[in-house]
């Protein structure tokens, strides 16, 4: 799934990325705001996963992800 597309949806993603991840607290959600680089480097500091591991396991996140979008 593209980054862009989650970081838009970011309030959607939220509640997902707790789900999976439920170390990190709301404060982080908030300030992370859907940056990958900053996601990343916070599950590196909460599970110790290394950067490429890190990245890896978010990735993996986010390719189960759907997003629905707005019928017009």
Sequence with gaps: MNWDIIKGNWNQFKGKVKEEWGELTDDDLQQLDG????????????????KDEAER?????????????PQF
Excluded at 41 to 49: A, D, H, S, T
Excluded at 57 to 69: H, W
Aim: proline share 0%.
């Design 35 to 50: 940056n990958k680089d900053q996601i990343v480097g916070k599950l590196q500091e909460r599970y110790g996963y290394a």
């Design 57 to 69: 396991r978010l990735d993996e996140f986010a390719g189960r992800q759907r997003v629905e979008t």
